[in-house]
C-alpha cells in the first residue's frame, strides 16, 4: 500500500491588471456624461398638489368645472374685400350652418351684444351658487380677402359688448 501524499502548490495570484480597466471605465463614463441630451419634458405632469389656500401654491384645474361657451363667427368676403355674408354659431352645435346674419356689421353687433348679455346673466346666476364659469370666447373666421378696416370693425364691436377673448383666424384651416 502506498500512501500518496498531497502535494502542495504555492497560492499562486492571478494576475489582473486593474489600472487599465480603471482607465478604460473612466473613459466610458466619461464619454457617456459627454454624449448625453436628455430629451425636453413633455408638456404637463398630472399630479395632486394641496388646495392653494393649505400650501401656498395654486392647485390643479378642476376638469370637471364648466366650460367656458365658444362662439363662432364665420366673415365671408367678396373679391372686393368687403362683406359678403356673416354666421354665428355655437361651436360644437348640430347646426353647422349656423343663424346667417346676411352682410350687416349692425346685425352682427346686435346678436354679439345680446349673445354676451344672456352669458353674462349665467354667469351671475352661477357665481351667486359658488360655482366659477369663465367668460365666453369668440372666435372670428375671416376670409383671406377681407379688408383690415372691417377685420377691425368685427373685432371692435366684440370687445365692445365685453368679450375678453376673441381670436380672429382665417376660415381656412390649413391657414391656422
Given at each position: 500500500m502506498s500512501r500518496k501524499h498531497k502535494v502542495s502548490n504555492d497560492f499562486v495570484e492571478p494576475d489582473l491588471p486593474i489600472t487599465p480597466m480603471l482607465d478604460m471605465s473612466f473613459q466610458l463614463l466619461s464619454f457617456f456624461i459627454m454624449t448625453f441630451h436628455p430629451t425636453?419634458?413633455?408638456?404637463?405632469i398630472a399630479m395632486t398638489l394641496p388646495p392653494?389656500?393649505?400650501?401656498?401654491?395654486?392647485?390643479?384645474?378642476?376638469?370637471?368645472?364648466?366650460?367656458?361657451?365658444?362662439?363662432?363667427?364665420r366673415v365671408a368676403s367678396d373679391d372686393k374685400g368687403q362683406i359678403a355674408a356673416i354666421t354665428f354659431r355655437e361651436e360644437?352645435?348640430?347646426?353647422?350652418?349656423?343663424?346667417?346674419?346676411?352682410?350687416?356689421?349692425?346685425a352682427y353687433m346686435k346678436k354679439v351684444k345680446s349673445i354676451y348679455e344672456v352669458e353674462k346673466k349665467r354667469i351671475d346666476a352661477a357665481q351667486g351658487k359658488g360655482s366659477k364659469?369663465?367668460?365666453?370666447?369668440?372666435?372670428?373666421?375671416?376670409?383671406?380677402?377681407?379688408l383690415q378696416q372691417y377685420v377691425i370693425g368685427l373685432f371692435d364691436a366684440a370687445v365692445q359688448a365685453g368679450y375678453t377673448d376673441v381670436a380672429p383666424v382665417p376660415i381656412d384651416k390649413g391657414k391656422r
Open positions: 425636453p419634458t413633455e408638456g404637463q392653494a389656500e393649505e400650501g401656498g401654491g395654486q392647485s390643479n384645474p378642476d376638469i370637471t368645472a364648466e366650460q367656458p361657451k365658444k362662439f363662432v363667427v360644437g352645435s348640430p347646426d353647422d350652418g349656423g343663424e346667417n346674419l346676411g352682410a350687416d356689421l349692425g364659469i369663465p367668460p365666453p370666447k369668440l372666435t372670428l373666421e375671416i376670409g383671406d380677402k377681407l
